[in-house]
């Protein structure tokens, strides 16, 4: 079995490290001579510690904008999926009906038993009319015991 190195194993985390890198340098490098033209400005004195806290402050608040914003996108994604939300289950229940009627079509002795057999295995995740106009009428999904 062939070893890979361990930087084209994980050459997007590099990749992704190497701009972290650079942009957070370049943020700090221009923070500086930001920091030092406002401070002579001001004929105050260029203080390190200063700056560092005025740059770890912008810093964090930079931070804490983009990173709530990123949890929001994918926690919110992921809670709206969970529960399903329309947008979420657009185009699953076509292509759910899509596969019972192919199903229908090639076999339709076994088809009702196969269907009903996914069903009841995934059951509770229903949110399609169809499905659920089939399931009240007991018509494409007969033999299913609804608990």
Same mark, same amino acid.
């Given at each position: 079995?062939?070893?890979?190195?361990?930087?084209?194993?994980?050459?997007?985390?590099?990749?992704?490290?190497?701009?972290?890198?650079?942009?957070?340098?370049?943020?700090?490098?221009?923070?500086?001579?930001?920091?030092?033209?406002?401070?002579?400005?001001?004929?105050?004195?260029?203080?390190?510690?200063?700056?560092?806290?005025?740059?770890?402050?912008?810093?964090?608040?930079?931070?804490?904008?983009?990173?709530?914003?990123?949890?929001?996108?994918?926690?919110?994604?992921?809670? *709206? !999926?969970?529960?399903? &939300? /329309? +947008?979420?289950? $657009?185009?699953?229940?076509?292509?759910?009906?899509?596969?019972? %009627? *192919? !199903?229908?079509?090639? &076999? /339709? +002795?076994?088809? $009702?038993?196969?269907?009903?057999?996914?069903?009841?295995?995934? %059951?509770?995740?229903?949110?399609?009319?169809?499905?659920?106009?089939?399931?009240?009428?007991?018509?494409?999904?007969?033999?299913?015991?609804?608990?």
């Amino acid at each position: 079995m062939e070893r890979t190195s361990i930087w084209k194993r994980y050459g997007y985390g590099w990749v992704t490290l190497g701009f972290f890198v650079v942009s957070l340098s370049g943020h700090w490098l221009f923070g500086w001579l930001a920091y030092v033209d406002e401070q002579k400005q001001h004929r105050a004195p260029v203080e390190v510690r200063s700056y560092v806290n005025e740059m770890m402050r912008d810093t964090f608040e930079n931070w804490q904008s983009e990173f709530l914003q990123l949890i929001w996108q994918i926690g919110g994604l992921a809670i *709206l !999926l969970y529960v399903g &939300s /329309p +947008a979420s289950k $657009e185009g699953d229940d076509r292509v759910e009906a899509k596969v019972d %009627a *192919l !199903l229908r079509a090639v &076999s /339709p +002795a076994k088809a $009702e038993e196969l269907i009903a057999e996914i069903d009841q295995e995934y %059951a509770g995740r229903h949110t399609d009319p169809r499905w659920l106009r089939d399931k009240e009428r007991g018509g494409a999904t007969r033999g299913v015991r609804w608990n």
